[in-house]
T-cell receptor, first 113, second 111 residues
């Protein structure tokens, strides 16, 4: 079956530091890959996505590249801000309509001044 | 703005007292999902509707039911809430299941 593995948190960084959150996946076929962000007490917001190999998703300074050869979709940001403090979920969705999202366990990011 | 709306944002109920959570959408999406998210965990899919077709996850307890009277609305009914059902409940929608858009969630407390 499908699965997603994320690096354990929490990740604590100083403002303007470089961020990497690792995500690897196991899936049959060619899934779509997503990063969702969840701020305290809120629902999930789609941060970025990639639907095929070598696609790069980007949004708000965050980037992730769909690497089929390493089955990875690592999230990066060059300079984090305090407002980026949240929980980040990597997820995949198999091909086919209404196929379910498989989430990683989430990584909590705490950015300090 | 088009969006997914969940009401109420916070719900308190008593052990065993039925409760209904509401989700509405202005996106006109075919697919609506209900997830349960417990503290510090990933969301867990309970069920989804593709148009009027209901799809239950195999491990969703019978205590959880859902209704979708029209495209815009979907309800989650918990018939006899237990302490273990305290969680954030997330509704999501999707156009043909390709990408999911989440509402803000309802936090359920069971006393």
């Amino acid at each position: 079956g499908n699965s997603v593995t994320q690096m354990e948190g929490p990740v604590t960084l100083s403002e303007e530091a470089f961020l990497t959150i690792n995500c690897t996946y196991t899936a049959t076929g060619y899934p779509s890959l997503f990063w969702y962000v969840q701020y305290p007490g809120e629902g999930l917001q789609l941060l970025l996505k990639a639907t095929k190999a070598d696609d790069k998703g980007s949004n708000k300074g965050f980037e992730a590249t769909y690497r089929k050869e390493t089955t990875s979709f690592h999230l990066e940001k060059g300079s984090v801000q305090v407002s980026d403090s949240a929980v980040y979920f990597c997820a995949l969705q198999g091909p086919g309509t209404a196929s379910k999202l498989t989430f990683g366990t989430g990584t909590r990011l705490q950015v300090t001044l | 703005d088009a969006m997914v709306i969940q009401n109420p944002r916070y719900q308190v109920t008593q052990f065993g007292k039925p409760v209904t959570l509401s989700c509405s959408q202005t996106l006109n999406h075919n697919v609506m999902y209900w997830y349960q998210q417990k503290s510090s965990q990933a969301p867990k899919l309970l069920f989804h509707y593709y148009d009027k077709d209901f799809n239950n996850e195999a491990d969703t307890p019978d205590n959880f039911q859902s209704r979708r009277p029209n495209t815009s609305f979907c309800f989650l009914d918990i018939r006899s809430p237990g302490l273990g059902d305290a969680a954030m409940y997330l509704c999501a929608t999707s156009p043909r299941g390709v990408e999911q858009f989440f509402g803000p969630g309802t936090r359920l407390t069971v006393l």
